[in-house]
């Protein structure tokens, strides 16, 4: 394990096409991490096979994601102390390992194993894959990388809708399904395996510290010798600022929407809107096919711009306008190619929301500390999955009861509180700032 270990880890930051080829490999790693937990587009079937009622079904995403979340809490400082790439190739092979266990799913106890099972390995790798991502990624062009980032959960949800689509009206069956995904996940984890690579904790350390320079001379951290001295201490730090808090709550309200799709979005249109279980995961597709390409194209624009919050502000905005058009339309018949243009839109402006908040969360995790950022991405992972554990029984509660579209209202509710959060946030001008306060020969070495 040491050799391994020591095989794929740099002793000197990567530049060019290394840099973004290791970029990418862990945009796959994302993917991977995220499609092997894509049961959306099977659910109207699985659950019936399972005699799993909506609201049973909810209490159990409840229990797994408040698993997963604690683990994710934990998994954020052994990746500080360890390394990132370790903990990534270890949990990603094991999950692939239990996906394909899931075809011997036979019931609500075998269903419930294995799927907690699969969400506490998963769980410990949330916080080194942002932190790798900003690693390997200047400050100059974070919010592409965080883009890219997440195109990870987006592009596993896209192409498990997509093959469901093209696939269920062949075979019929949700096992098959897990077939599928189980070969898709192996030939994604190959490269993975093969060729990420993690930066050396010297490395790591030198580019801290340059950062941390280069900060500290404008007055707004302590020096190198400050630095955060155990576990404990790293999360007293990171908490111990409001607007760590602001960024968290706020996008973990402005995500109900996403979480709601990203669990149910077949389940909501073949309910709300009537479609078969085919149509349904490619009104999904549609969804998440316009969410990709505005990811890399909002990260763009924001590095561009070197702006950050009002592009976020902009695209809550125009996905709160949509979704007061959409609300009223629920329970009634949309032609599929109005329901198309709106999944379309819906999922572009969620991502021109989400994406200039990543970049920005990473900056403000720096001015904390640059040691922190798998602890402060493990943090968020904490929150967003305790929402998601409480929003999940919920919203299936409301369907059943009031229908889908009460649901959507309290989604508007979380993305015009994001927006209000979003506005007491500092703007952050902080990568042309380090630009500035950084000298040449550092900037250099950062990769930008």
């Not at 249109?269 to 969804?287: L, S, V, W």
Request: hydrophobic fraction near 55%.
């Amino acid at each position: 394990m040491n050799s391994f270990v020591a095989s794929r880890t740099l002793a000197e930051y990567p530049r060019g096409a290394h840099r973004w080829s290791l970029l990418l490999l862990t945009v796959l790693a994302s993917i991977l991490g995220a499609y092997d937990f894509q049961l959306a587009p099977l659910l109207p079937i699985l659950l019936p096979y399972l005699h799993l009622s909506h609201v049973a079904y909810g209490a159990f995403i409840t229990f797994a994601v408040l698993i997963s979340g604690i683990s994710a809490f934990f998994g954020g400082p052994l990746a500080d102390r360890y390394g990132r790439v370790l903990i990534i190739d270890i949990c990603l092979g094991f999950v692939t390992g239990l996906l394909f266990l899931n075809v011997l799913i036979n019931g609500i106890v075998s269903f419930v194993i294995l799927r907690t099972l699969m969400g506490i390995v998963a769980g410990l790798t949330a916080g080194a894959l942002a932190a790798l991502v900003r690693d390997m990624s200047p400050r100059l062009s974070r919010a592409l990388a965080f883009g890219l980032l997440t195109i990870g959960p987006v592009g596993a949800a896209f192409l498990a809708n997509y093959v469901a689509g093209a696939t269920l009206p062949i075979y019929h069956t949700w096992q098959s399904q897990i077939w599928i995904m189980g070969f898709f996940a192996v030939v994604m984890y190959i490269p993975i395996v093969l060729w990420l690579c993690d930066l050396s904790p010297e490395l790591r350390m030198k580019i801290m510290k340059t950062e941390i320079q280069a900060l500290a001379a404008e007055g707004r951290l302590p020096s190198a010798s400050e630095l955060p001295s155990s576990t404990s201490d790293a999360f007293r730090r990171l908490l111990g600022h409001f607007e760590v808090w602001l960024l968290v709550i706020g996008v973990s309200a402005n995500l109900t929407l996403y979480f709601a799709i990203q669990g149910f979005g077949p389940l909501m249109f073949t309910e709300a809107f009537h479609y078969t279980p085919a149509e349904a995961a490619k009104m999904n597709g549609y969804f998440w096919l316009a969410n990709l390409a505005a990811l890399v194209l909002t990260g763009l624009v924001s590095d561009r711009l070197q702006t950050r919050k009002p592009i976020a502000i902009f695209g809550a905005t125009l996905a709160s306008i949509l979704m007061a058009w959409w609300i009223p339309t629920f329970g009634h018949g949309l032609p599929h190619a109005t329901m198309a243009m709106v999944a379309s839109l819906m999922g572009c402006f969620l991502a021109i929301g989400y994406v200039p908040w990543a970049a920005q969360f990473s900056e403000t995790l720096e001015d904390v500390s640059p040691a922190l950022q798998a602890t402060g991405w493990a943090f968020f992972g904490l929150v967003a999955r305790g929402w998601v554990a409480i929003s999940a029984p919920l919203s299936l509660y409301v369907a059943v009861h009031y229908g889908w579209g009460q649901w959507v209202k309290v989604a508007l509710g979380g993305m015009i509180l994001y927006i209000v959060a979003m506005a007491f946030t500092r703007g952050h001008a902080a990568a042309e700032e380090h630009a500035r306060t950084t000298p040449a020969t550092d900037h250099a070495a950062s990769g930008g």
